[in-house]
């Protein structure tokens, strides 16, 4: 049996990225946060001056865009966003593109003006949310499988024929279909075993686990599952570490 560098091993879909909650005020605060921060489709619409101002005086640290209250679980609510000293147009700019994203989205609400934060020497734009579409709203998230080495070294190994001896490998959705396509009932039986007992009186007792038929169909079907959830969603990898 080999000897691999993880204790377990994971299946996961390779590049997917768990979307961020918009499902509460505060989850939704955190997400206008990184469009702002980490898109560049608000940056291009500035010209060369305002991106060099913006990136001087544009983000005030984590506290751009937050919650106005405490209620962080209510799915409704308003919205504080620091402007700084931002001049009219940019903030104009940056209020159409927040605007955008929530229409997009469809969320229903309404500008409820801009005025002096009491808390900080800044403008703050406040956004009445009226309604969230994402409330209760369950996020599609792929299966995934962990199991243990022996597991995998039984399934992964000897019935689908992947190498493990990395601790690593990334496998083309299409080709473990196929595979898993083509697995007999006669591969699945010739790798069964027994759970093994070996003890003597006065010896410490051995035991070796078995792999019945029902565990290893438990794990191919499992594989399958997560293989066609990538299919579905167009993702072409399967992540194994």
């Not at 500008?111 to 599609?140: A, C, E, W």
Request: glycine share 4%; aromatic share 10%.
């Amino acid at each position: 049996m080999k000897i691999y560098k993880l204790a377990s091993i994971n299946v996961t879909v390779a590049d997917f990225e768990p979307p961020m909650s918009r499902e509460t005020i505060y989850d939704l605060s955190n997400y206008l946060s990184n469009f702002i921060r980490y898109k560049t489709d608000f940056i291009n619409q500035l010209t060369d001056f305002e991106k060099a101002y913006w990136n001087k005086n544009g983000v005030a640290g984590s506290d751009f865009i937050t919650i106005d209250g405490l209620d962080m679980d209510s799915p409704v609510g308003t919205i504080n966003v620091y402007l700084a000293s931002l001049p009219e147009r940019m903030q104009s700019i940056l209020q159409k593109y927040l605007s955008n994203i929530l229409s997009n989205e469809g969320f229903k609400f309404h500008l409820k003006g801009i005025d002096d934060s009491k808390m900080f020497k800044s403008k703050v734009m406040r956004i009445q949310i009226d309604h969230n579409p994402f409330t209760n709203q369950k996020t599609d998230l792929p299966p995934e499988l962990n199991m243990a080495n022996m597991n995998a070294e039984i399934v992964l190994g000897k019935i689908l024929g992947y190498d493990l001896s990395e601790g690593h490998l990334e496998i083309p959705v299409f080709d473990i279909t196929n595979k898993l396509n083509n697995v007999t009932d006669q591969s699945i039986e010739q790798n069964e075993r027994v759970t093994n007992r070996d003890w003597a009186p006065g010896k410490v007792q051995i035991i070796s686990p078995g792999y019945s038929k029902d565990k290893i169909k438990y794990i191919l079907n499992k594989l399958k599952e997560i293989a066609q959830w990538a299919i579905n969603h167009d993702y072409k990898r399967l992540d194994i570490s």
